[in-house]
């Protein structure tokens, strides 16, 4: 079939090679379809959202229904717990515990930020924990023993945090060993290395310098002034709206579909109620804390490579589909190592900032429970275990409910063996959440 | 056949060098020869149906083609100079894609972020969503492809939508050649005639598809030439215009040896090369 065979008759003029190429025009012979010239008809079975608060409401009911509860779980579950924990005490309900609830919630979050990455892939990090743990010591040893310059400890610690992250991801993506028990083994391993580098007393205090310093209890934004709590939240706002009317606009000028003005509204205001009463009972206790500063901005930082970089792209495709992944060109094996070098710097940083709420690094900066809170954070926040949906934000719900349980069962004077039961049953009632809600998805095309 | 198809299979043949040929392709594997110097052509604006039975070399002349495979000999031939193809990535930047049964699309994302994976469109480094879903709906569009809304995660889409977005998908590079394998093979009556449609679609913007399937009746419908595989060699190419499903079956099954279907071969392809 090296020749073309003779040409039937009827054919084109053969003198003109392009003859049949005309992309508005069909192909001779070919029976024209209505491609160009009408546009295609509105799927009949879709159902379009009315514009308006009417048709917002619609589609919220429609989403609960079909299984996409996004953070409605989690803010109901939190209100629960705060009228529960103010009608056994009404100390529960005051600008201190508040305060109280913020500046501890930072740690944790972070170990919790850096799991979200990890659950977005569908897999676990079980060595945060003991790495969180490890960091702190590093940073002792460095800073106290060998006197070294505070700032160049932080990133070698912070680097030493990545490190281990990534070689435990070469280990999973490279040779393929399940995650579950690579991480394991770090869970074990790097708690005996900061117990080994703690060495014989156990403990090192720490001088309030650099990012200890600002992760230490009496640091406040501004100095604790009232303006910087009104700044804060006045930057989110204005950033949050603008953003949103930006994208509107460049959406409309571009033709295709964007959110009504209303709802940009609407959600603007609810963010701006929200960030002004935390920001007036914060104010009412000592300011914002500048590790929960950090803490945000960092939340932002993640968020907007998750959900606008090709990266954070690439991040979801893993974690939906690693075929395709692979098939679209996406390297895994990178996207898992960067993402468990993530999760190991997160778990750094949140060690720092653990350690510097005790202004000390000792043995229990690994705490076990340490992990579960951090895991229980992001699936409580409403990142699927299952891998490819999340947001970062979860961190911050998650753990903000972790954490007003605890300032709760510690100001009921509950003991261990029931902050334990309780916060077991939270983390296993989020599992079932998600499960759940998976399953409604599923049987309603959603998942 | 009708007139249309065979129109548009001389147009087709106006341009006579063929973009994509495979030149006596053999591919070994262990101790066995699954192809056996191997000539197949796809030109511009022509739909080659590549048929045969289980086993008979179709899935590994793709993967060849595709890069999923090394051929061990002969010339694979882009546009008039022959190539190495040894990676997708080589496969993909000649202007080849292709799209598998299991159609590989991320259930999470939605129909924009599937249609660009891995080609992302960016402005200062960030995703550029206003681009993409444009240039999605322009697509979709053009291919008369409907779907309910271009935002919504694939999870919630028909097979027959998926896989037409799974198609929509391998033209976001402006390939020259498309390889569908077994398109259809989980359809349903409509969504399988809508597949078909955006085959003949793909033919009229000057695409050269290969299309593997088991279906005959699929064969007929869209098909300008079939290029039948039996036991990893060439069973035969025949124009579909004026060739019947029973000489190609034949030559699937192997049948073909004998005066009967020989005879009726040689009447309407004078180039048949049953007799390989």
């Known amino acids: 079939m090296s020749t073309p065979p003779t040409r039937p008759s009827g054919s084109p003029d053969p003198s003109d090679p392009l003859s049949g190429f005309n992309p508005l025009e069909p192909p001779p012979g070919l029976d024209p379809t209505p491609s160009a010239a009408v546009a295609p008809p509105v799927d009949p079975r879709l159902l379009v959202r009315q514009e308006g608060l009417r048709g917002y409401v619609d589609e919220f009911k429609r989403k609960v229904r079909g299984g996409e509860l996004g953070s409605l779980p989690v803010v109901i579950g939190l209100i629960i717990i705060w009228l529960i924990f103010s009608l056994q005490n009404s100390q529960y309900f005051s600008a201190a515990n508040a305060e109280f609830i913020v500046y501890y919630m930072v740690g944790l979050g972070m170990l919790a930020t850096g799991l979200v990455f990890v659950l977005l892939l569908g897999e676990i990090d079980l060595s945060v924990g003991s790495v969180s743990g490890l960091a702190a010591a590093i940073y002792a040893v460095l800073s106290v023993e060998h006197h070294w310059n505070a700032w160049l400890a932080v990133i070698v610690t912070l680097l030493a945090g990545m490190a281990i992250g990534g070689a435990q991801g070469w280990i999973f993506a490279?040779?393929?060993?399940?995650?579950?028990?690579?991480?394991?083994?770090?869970?074990?391993?790097?708690?005996?290395?900061?117990?080994?580098?703690?060495?014989?007393?156990?403990?090192?205090?720490?001088?309030?310098?650099?990012?200890?310093?600002?992760?230490?209890?009496?640091?406040?934004?501004?100095?604790?002034?009232?303006?910087?709590?009104?700044?804060?939240?006045?930057?989110?706002?204005?950033?949050?709206?603008?953003?949103?009317?930006?994208?509107?606009?460049?959406?409309?000028t571009a033709g295709v579909p964007a959110r009504p003005t209303g709802e940009l509204v609407a959600r603007t205001v609810v963010l701006a109620i929200g960030a002004f009463l935390v920001a007036w009972i914060l104010n009412r206790a000592s300011g914002v804390p500048n590790n929960a500063v950090i803490f945000l901005a960092l939340l932002v930082i993640c968020d907007f490579v998750l959900r606008r970089t090709t990266y954070g792209r690439k991040v979801f495709a893993v974690g939906g589909n690693i075929e395709a992944s692979r098939?679209?060109?996406?390297?895994?094996?990178?996207?898992?190592?960067?993402?468990?070098?993530?999760?190991?710097?997160?778990?750094?940083?949140?060690?720092?900032?653990?350690?510097?709420?005790?202004?000390?690094?000792?043995?229990?900066?690994?705490?076990?429970?340490?992990?579960?809170?951090?895991?229980?954070?992001?699936?409580?926040?409403?990142?699927?275990?299952?891998?490819?949906?999340?947001?970062?934000?979860?961190?911050?719900?998650?753990?903000?409910?972790?954490?007003?349980?605890?300032?709760?069962?510690?100001m009921l004077g509950l003991t261990l063996d029931?902050?334990?039961?309780?916060?077991?049953?939270?983390?296993?009632?989020?599992?079932?959440?998600?499960?759940?809600?998976?399953?409604?998805?599923?049987s309603s095309g959603r998942a | 056949m009708t007139d249309p198809v065979a129109g548009s299979y001389a147009s087709a043949l106006a341009d006579g060098e063929p973009v994509l040929a495979l030149r006596g392709v053999s591919k070994r594997f262990g101790a066995v020869q699954a192809l056996t110097d191997v000539e197949l052509?796809?030109?511009?604006?022509?739909?080659?149906?590549l048929v045969g039975d289980n086993g008979a070399g179709k899935s590994t002349l793709v993967k060849s083609i595709a890069g999923v495979h090394t051929i061990d000999d002969g010339q694979i031939v882009w546009?008039?100079?022959?190539?190495?193809?040894?990676?997708?990535?080589?496969?993909?930047?000649?202007?080849?894609?292709?799209?598998?049964?299991?159609?590989?699309?991320?259930?999470?994302?939605?129909?924009?972020?599937n249609l660009f994976l891995g080609r992302e469109l960016t402005t200062h480094g960030t995703l550029d969503e206003v681009a993409m879903e444009k240039r999605a709906q322009e697509l979709l569009d053009t291919l008369s492809i409907r779907i309910p809304s271009v935002r919504i995660p694939v999870a919630s889409l028909s097979g027959g939508q998926r896989q037409v977005v799974a198609i929509a998908r391998s033209l976001i590079g402006d390939p020259k050649v498309v390889i569908l394998d077994e398109p259809t093979a989980a359809l349903g009556v409509e969504q399988t005639a809508q597949v078909l449609d955006l085959v003949e679609r793909l033919r009229g913007r000057d695409l050269g598809v290969i299309l593997i399937s088991h279906n005959m009746v699929d064969?007929?419908?869209?098909?300008?030439?079939?290029?039948?595989?039996?036991?990893?060699?060439?069973?035969?190419?025949?124009?579909?215009?004026?060739?019947?499903?029973?000489?190609?079956?034949?030559?699937?099954?192997?049948?073909?040896?004998n005066a009967v279907t020989r005879r009726a071969a040689r009447a309407t392809w004078p180039r048949a090369e049953g007799e390989a």
Request: no cysteine; net charge neutral.
């Open chain 1, 174 to 252: 490279k040779i393929g060993v399940p995650a579950f028990v690579v991480t394991l083994a770090g869970f074990l391993a790097w708690q005996g290395v900061m117990l080994w580098l703690l060495g014989s007393t156990g403990t090192i205090n720490l001088e309030p310098k650099a990012l200890n310093a600002l992760f230490s209890g009496n640091s406040y934004f501004l100095g604790g002034d009232v303006a910087g709590a009104y700044i804060l939240a006045g930057i989110a706002v204005v950033g949050f709206g603008a953003s949103g009317f930006l994208e509107q606009r460049r959406r409309r």
């Open chain 1, 327 to 410: 098939r679209a060109g996406i390297s895994v094996p990178m996207v898992r190592i960067s993402v468990y070098a993530i999760s190991g710097t997160f778990a750094a940083l949140g060690g720092l900032a653990i350690a510097a709420t005790t202004n000390a690094a000792g043995q229990a900066g690994a705490d076990p429970n340490n992990l579960m809170m951090a895991i229980a954070a992001a699936v409580i926040g409403g990142t699927s275990l299952f891998g490819g949906r999340g947001r970062v934000w979860s961190a911050l719900l998650g753990i903000l409910v972790i954490e007003s349980i605890n300032a709760g069962l510690f």
């Open chain 1, 418 to 442: 029931i902050q334990y039961m309780i916060t077991g049953g939270v983390l296993l009632a989020a599992v079932v959440v998600d499960s759940l809600s998976r399953r409604t998805q599923k």
């Open chain 2, 79 to 113: 546009e008039g100079r022959p190539v190495s193809i040894h990676r997708p990535q080589d496969s993909q930047h000649l202007g080849i894609a292709t799209v598998y049964q299991d159609l590989a699309l991320a259930d999470n994302l939605d129909v924009v972020a």
């Open chain 2, 41 to 49: 052509e796809v030109h511009a604006g022509e739909v080659v149906a």
């Open chain 2, 219 to 257: 064969v007929a419908a869209v098909a300008d030439t079939v290029a039948v595989l039996r036991l990893g060699r060439n069973n035969g190419t025949f124009p579909m215009a004026g060739t019947t499903q029973e000489t190609i079956i034949a030559a699937i099954t192997g049948a073909t040896d």
